[in-house]
């Protein structure tokens, strides 16, 4: 069974600074999606960032980007510029792309991340 | 831009209780998910749904717990007796037809058994 792995229950940064949030994971398969979501005081899941892992190249998103190290099973999400706005909880989550199978999202326990001013 | 609606977005109920938890997907979304976080803990999934038919369920959805697409439009999940460890916030999510699509989430219900 898959598993995804937070090993960081909070982290903090100071606003303008970049902060690196881990994730790793551990699967048999080769082709999978991965994901940051992002969890505010409001409670919604808001989808910052995926990867695909047939893909070399990490994904960026503006401000927000990966590092992907597939024969590492590591996933790391880096916010540049840190804004006051990107404080919340962070989940990493894991789905399966084989088709037959799986494609619930497996999620890590989360990072609070805090940012000051 | 179109999004996952939920309601209502706090129940409150007696243990042993019924109660209906109601989801409208992104309109030409075929895949539909519930998902439950007990608070501060992680997400986990409960079940999904293509077909009008489960295609998977965890261990958590057990006998207590149904879903239904009564309408076309409204996804919901039931959950027949509540317990006081039903208490989380749950989450409905939907996505398009390609597997590469990604999953939109409602805002949630929180659901709190008293």
């Known amino acids: 069974a898959q598993t995804v792995t937070q090993s960081q229950p909070e982290m903090s940064v100071q606003e303008a600074e970049t902060v690196t949030l881990s994730c790793t994971y551990d699967?048999?398969?080769?082709?999978?999606?991965l994901f940051w979501y992002k969890q505010p005081p409001s409670r919604q899941m808001i989808l910052v960032i995926r990867q695909e892992a047939y893909k070399q190249q990490n994904a960026t998103e503006n401000r927000f980007s990966v590092n992907f190290q597939k024969a590492a099973k590591s996933f790391s999400l880096k916010i540049s510029d840190s804004q006051l706005g990107d404080a919340a909880m962070y989940f990493c989550a894991y789905r399966s792309a084989v088709t037959y199978n799986t494609d619930k999202l497996i999620f890590g326990t989360g990072t609070r991340l805090q940012v000051f001013p | 831009e179109p999004e996952v609606t939920q309601t209502p977005s706090h129940q409150v109920t007696q243990m042993g209780q019924e109660v209906i938890l109601r989801c409208v997907p992104i309109s030409n979304h075929l895949y539909f998910y519930w998902y439950r976080q007990i608070l501060g803990q992680k997400v986990e999934f409960l079940v999904s749904?293509?077909?009008?038919?489960?295609?998977?369920k965890s261990e958590i959805f057990d006998d207590q717990f149904s879903v239904e697409r009564p309408d076309g439009s409204n996804f919901t999940l039931k959950i027949r007796s509540t317990k006081l460890e039903d208490s989380a916030m749950y989450f409905c999510a939907s996505r398009g037809l390609a597997v590469y699509n990604e999953q939109f989430f409602g805002p949630g219900t929180r659901l709190t058994v008293l």
């Open positions: 699967t048999s398969e080769s082709d999978y999606y």
């Open positions: 749904f293509y077909n009008n038919e489960i295609s998977e």
